[in-house]
T-cell receptor
Framework: QKEVEQNSGPLSVPEGAIASLNCTYS??????FFWYRQYSGKSPELIMF????GDKEDGRFTAQLNKASQYVSLLIRDSQPSDSATYLC??????????FGTGTKLQVIP | ETGVTQTPRHLVMGMTNKKSLKCEQH?????MYWYKQSAKKPLELMFV???????ENNSVPSRFSPECPNSSHLFLHLHTLQPEDSALYLC?????????????FGQGTRLTVV
């Protein structure tokens, strides 16, 4: 069983729509959760982090965490072509143990 | 401009060569990491350093040898690599190891082993 699981995609959404990216994790002791965006040929960059159950909003981005279901998601409102990238979910299970998913490729169609 | 700088950006090496990857961070962080990113695989954590001391080695083959002379610099020495070692090697830093804060990544070194 993969420790952090993401659908590899590609997920295609029209410009202006809401993109919903999902991630599940296996370690119930996980404490913090991150979403990184990685453009092709570039390094990952952090766009959101969340520690507590519920929603966290930052501009067009909303992270949602449900520890009981071991599920974290990222919503991107008003999707733009510039949002097209691979989105990596990362889970911090404690000391030294940060695990990444394989990433979901998002394509925003103009 | 990232606070974590990696050189070289691209490297092609033969299986008998010895080369080194360099990483430098200007963020005042105490933790540095080497990750390997292969196609269609998750980022794999290779090594973790905290204040120049190695704290994690995730069963990485000995043909990869890390070195951390100070908290700002990290090297990955490569020798007798295999073609399957071709990947993007990413360096990252964070304030402390395992404190739940974000990691800042360098631009990576695209390594091709021929």
């Amino acid at each position: 069983q993969k420790e952090v699981e993401q659908n590899s995609g590609p997920l295609s959404v029209p410009e202006g729509a809401i993109a919903s990216l999902n991630c599940t994790y296996s370690d119930r002791g996980s404490q913090s959760f991150f979403w990184y965006r990685q453009y092709s040929g570039k390094s990952p960059e952090l766009i959101m982090f969340i520690y507590s159950n519920g929603d966290k909003e930052d501009g067009r981005f909303t992270a949602q965490l449900n520890k009981a279901s071991q599920y974290v998601s990222l919503l991107i409102r008003d999707s733009q072509p510039s949002d097209s990238a691979t989105y990596l979910c990362a889970v911090n299970g404690g000391y030294q143990k940060v695990t990444f998913g394989t990433g979901t490729k998002l394509q925003v169609i103009p | 401009e990232t606070g974590v700088t990696q050189t070289p950006r691209h490297l092609v090496m033969g299986m008998t060569n010895k080369k080194s990857l360099k990483c430098e961070q200007h963020l005042g962080h105490n933790a540095m990491y080497w990750y390997k990113q292969s196609a269609k695989k998750p980022l794999e954590l290779m090594f973790v350093y905290s204040l120049e001391e190695r704290v994690e080695n995730n069963s990485v083959p000995s043909r990869f040898s890390p070195e951390c002379p100070n908290s700002s610099h990290l090297f990955l020495h490569l020798h007798t690599l295999q073609p399957e070692d071709s990947a993007l090697y990413l360096c990252a830093s964070s304030q402390e190891v395992g404190d739940g804060t974000e990691a800042f990544f360098g631009q990576g070194t695209r390594l091709t082993v021929v």
